[in-house]
């Protein structure tokens, strides 16, 4: 079964895979308060790797892979791709 449990570990390196996307895909498109937090909780890890320094490597929707190098370019990547996830992790972040 493809979770976003299952993807932590990429998620904190930096990684996002065709089925890494795919998971936080799915919890962006059932909509619930409790999927899109773990979405965003996923986003959160992402963001950590990028903090630390770790080169990410993010799965695009048109199966190319994206190497942001600026916190805008991560965040509009983010924005684009899971808005609702995004949004959370920005919320939780402010509190």
Request: charged share 20%; net charge negative.
């Amino acid at each position: 079964m493809n979770t976003l449990q299952s993807h932590e570990e990429e998620f904190e390196s930096g990684t996002v895979t065709e089925s890494g996307y795919a998971a936080i895909a799915d919890a962006e498109g059932y909509g619930a308060a409790s999927s899109i937090g773990a979405g965003s909780v996923s986003i959160n890890k992402l963001w950590n790797a990028f903090g630390q320094g770790k080169p990410l490597l993010l799965y695009c929707a048109d199966k190319s892979i994206f190497q942001p190098n600026t916190d805008g370019e991560l965040s509009k990547w983010c924005e684009n791709n899971f808005p609702a996830c995004f949004g959370e992790y920005l919320r939780r972040k402010k509190h």
